[in-house]
């Protein structure tokens, strides 16, 4: 993998286990994780607003926050002290087996229907109703 440097990391508490292999996470992986924003949960009076359903879904969403802020804090920190984050060489290998399922299931996708151009809003004679 172009740009990743492999660096052996022990593991284990004081006994001889194998290493496991790290690599430096990709510098767009590094970016894309430390330039995205989230938006803030909802207020403890948002959540008063909401149907039961909408409100686990909420907490869910929330713990999900929480758990990415703490991981871009970790990424942050790791770039800020050494220039860069080790992840797993698995973790690669797991990202693009992801992608390609992803792309796999994106191009099952009819976009027949779908019409793309470009529309002047205020034109409404370019505005096509369907």
């Keep these: ?40 949960p909802p207020s403890a009076q948002e959540l008063e607003r909401l149907s039961p359903q909408e409100r686990v879904d909420a907490i869910y969403q929330k713990e999900l926050f929480d758990e990415f802020l703490a991981f871009q804090a970790e990424v942050r920190s790791s770039v800020l002290e050494k220039g860069y984050y080790l992840v797993d060489e698995s973790y690669l290998e797991e990202a693009a087996a992801d992608k390609a399922r992803m792309d796999e299931e994106l191009a099952k996708i009819d976009y027949s229907r779908i019409i793309f151009g470009e529309w002047d809003y205020e034109d409404k004679n370019s505005v096509k109703i369907l």
């Design 1 to 40: 993998m172009e740009g990743t440097k492999t660096e052996a990391v022990a593991v284990g508490d004081g006994d001889r286990k194998p290493s496991a292999a790290k690599v430096r996470m990709p510098q767009a992986y590094v970016s894309a994780i430390l330039t995205t924003k989230t938006d803030p």
